[in-house]
């Protein structure tokens, strides 16, 4: 663990970074230094909390204890002891001053409205660019530094009402529940940068009644991301009622939405609550506004701006409290333009616009998305789950899915029945997507892959080999690294290895050797802790991963982005990697 001087007055800001990867701790610290931060560093969000309870609590007027209590706060979200959501709950509680801001790998929906909840200042999904990082840690600080004014203004000793603010009771021993294993209720798949922007949003307007127009082609699942704001917000113990505008008939749209009374017009025998009276206190989403007739959009206009309507055929207006959530597919700009919606409604529902991505901006989340879909239609019918060949995965990925998500959906449900067997191959895949990568590559697939080539059951794997048919080479550069972008100031890549460097040329393995490396590590393991030594993890893991990283720069003679490819890495951890365990640069401790 890394501390700065606190004896020795200084300006800058102190960042607190809070991470149990070392690599990702170091990553960090170099890059904030290097833009103007004093930085610490702990493996453990508890012993953060241990630090700021103890700078909080000692009363020394003269010990000038506000340099000692971080600027801001940087922390991942899974750690052992204690988790980034309590420690930011405490935060909150103990020192709201602080803005905290949470980082995590494990990012979806609920992550993201936690953490806004516990009172982060914001949200940061792995992996990220260390500029996007370095922005967010600057605004932070601006946050801070406001705060900090507000304090000099109520009080005229500073570090006095810092300190009153930090004191609290004798601290009792919390007992820290442990971490749930990853859930996704709402159903959404992702972890694309696209969609943890839509999650971050998500997060932000989860406790916000803000009118919200969601934007995206059709199948991008709008109707979900409306479903997940209602969800999390204040009103999820109400309705949440979705009405398409596209699928009922114009002359019947006003009753759908507003209701009738008795007699109102042919048929109408009985009096019937519309649409905004079923969802009062909840949430109405309003499905493909931009269908909606102009006498139609004229009365939701009114609603819009007082919360009262009336029924057709009604007398007595009606008041009603709905947040209402629009989705659309076109562009209400243009519709805007030739006079077919109106200008008014349009910016009484453009308050908060969510553009979802297409499924072409995303196509790393299409492993993702049919692992859930494939283990889903399994158990509807009562059947395993199929497994998948890479070069099928690299198809699929390569595909342009002008139905998004919708059409991947129904994909998989064709390859669930259609397939013989238990393994997706190439040519079990619908002709139309075959047609469509045969028009990429002038190489046609006929044939089915050999039993003895490798498969992935891809609920267990999201990183896949390269077709058996084609060079690797010809991959599509990678886009989801799990890396981050090592420099601070730039997206260019880090130099490459020099192609004049060696990797040891490594032994063969011997005709009928065994693939049984768990037994040595065993032993290994055991002899380390007969030793009496500690955090073995921690020795194991470079050890390891050299010997990986050897492994695959002398099968692919030396080249790091094919190395990257076959070990799950970004062309960045390559290298740095390279540099650490190989070339044996020092690492700094943290």
């Keep these: ?99 905290v801001i949470i980082m995590t790998a494990h990012a979806d929906v609920q992550s993201a409205v936690d953490s806004y909840q516990s009172g982060a200042f914001d949200y940061l999904p792995k992996p990220f660019e260390l500029d996007d990082a370095i922005a967010m840690v600057k605004k932070a600080c601006l946050q801070s530094q406001s705060n900090q004014t507000q304090k000099l203004s109520k009080s005229e000793n500073y570090n006095d009402s810092l ?17 749930k294993a990853p859930t996704n209720p709402s159903g ?72 009738h ?4 017009f042919t048929g109408a025998t009985t009096t019937r609550q519309g649409r905004f009276e079923q969802a009062h206190g909840g949430t109405l989403f309003l499905d493909e506004i931009g269908d909606m007739p102009l006498p139609t959009q004229t009365r939701l206009l009114r609603v819009l701006a007082n919360g009262e309507f009336y029924r057709v055929g009604g007398l007595k207006p009606i008041k009603v409290d709905v947040r209402i959530i629009a989705a659309t597919h076109q562009n209400l700009e243009t519709l805007v333009q030739q006079g077919k919606f109106r200008e008014d409604l349009f910016y ?40 998948i ?31 013989t067997g238990q393994t997706i191959q190439p040519s ?27 498969t992935h059951n891809y609920q267990h794997d999201t990183q896949f080999e390269a077709p058996a048919s084609k060079h690797l080479s010809s991959l599509p550069a990678r886009s989801d690294s799990p890396s981050v972008n090592l420099s601070p100031h730039s997206s260019e890549l880090p130099t490459p290895l020099p192609t004049t460097t060696v990797v040891p040329t490594l032994p063969a393995p ?30 194991a893991y470079p050890m390891f991963e050299k010997c990986l990283l050897e492994v695959a720069l002398a099968h692919t003679a030396q080249h790091k982005g094919q190395a990257a490819d076959l070990l799950g890495w970004g062309r960045n951890t390559v290298t740095r990697k390279y540099q650490q365990l190989i070339e044996g640069r020092p690492v700094k401790p943290s």
């Design 163 to 179: 300190i009153r603010d930090a004191q609290q009771p004798p601290a009792q021993k919390v007992a820290v529940a442990p971490e």
């Design 348 to 387: 009484r529902l453009n308050v908060i616009r969510l553009a979802l991505p297409s499924l072409r901006e995303r196509r790393e989340d299409i492993p993702l998305l049919i692992d859930f879909f494939m283990q889903n239609i399994a158990k509807s019918m009562h059947t395993s789950t199929k497994t």
């Design 389 to 419: 060949t890479p070069s099928a995965m690299h198809i699929l990925q390569s595909y342009h899915w002008q139905g998004n998500v919708r059409q991947l959906e129904n994909t998989c449900r064709w390859l669930s029945v259609m397939t």
């Design 188 to 259: 959404i798949i992702g972890q694309s940068i696209a969609m943890q922007k839509v999650f971050r949003a998500i997060g932000r307007l989860s406790h916000m009644p803000m009118t919200v127009l969601i934007t995206g082609e059709s199948g991008t699942g709008k109707e979900l991301i409306a479903s997940a704001l209602h969800e999390h917000s204040p009103r999820k113990s109400k309705p949440f009622i979705a009405l398409n505008m596209a699928a009922i008939p114009h002359d019947l749209i006003e009753a759908e939405l507003f209701g």
């Design 1 to 99: 663990m890394t501390y700065t001087n606190n004896k020795t007055p200084t300006t800058e800001p102190i960042v607190w970074v809070i991470d149990d990867d070392q690599a990702l701790r170091m990553i960090l610290e170099d890059t904030l230094t290097d833009s103007g931060f004093q930085v610490q560093t702990f493996g453990n969000a508890q012993s953060a909390w241990r630090l700021l309870q103890d700078s909080g609590q000692d009363s020394q007027p003269k010990s000038d204890n506000s340099a000692s209590l971080p600027s801001i706060i940087v922390t991942d979200i899974r750690m052992p002891m204690m988790n980034g959501l309590d420690f930011s709950s405490k935060i909150k509680q103990a020192f709201a001053q602080i803005p």
């Design 261 to 264: 009374e008795k007699g109102a």
């Design 428 to 454: 079990d895949l619908p002709p139309e997507i075959l047609q469509a990568f045969e028009s990429q590559d002038s190489t046609p697939i006929t044939t089915r892959e050999p039993n003895t080539h490798k």
């Design 510 to 539: 011997q005709a009928g050797a065994t693939a049984d490396w768990i037994t040595p590590l065993q032993v290994w393991a055991q002899q380390a802790l007969a030793e009496g030594q500690y955090d073995i993890l921690q020795t």
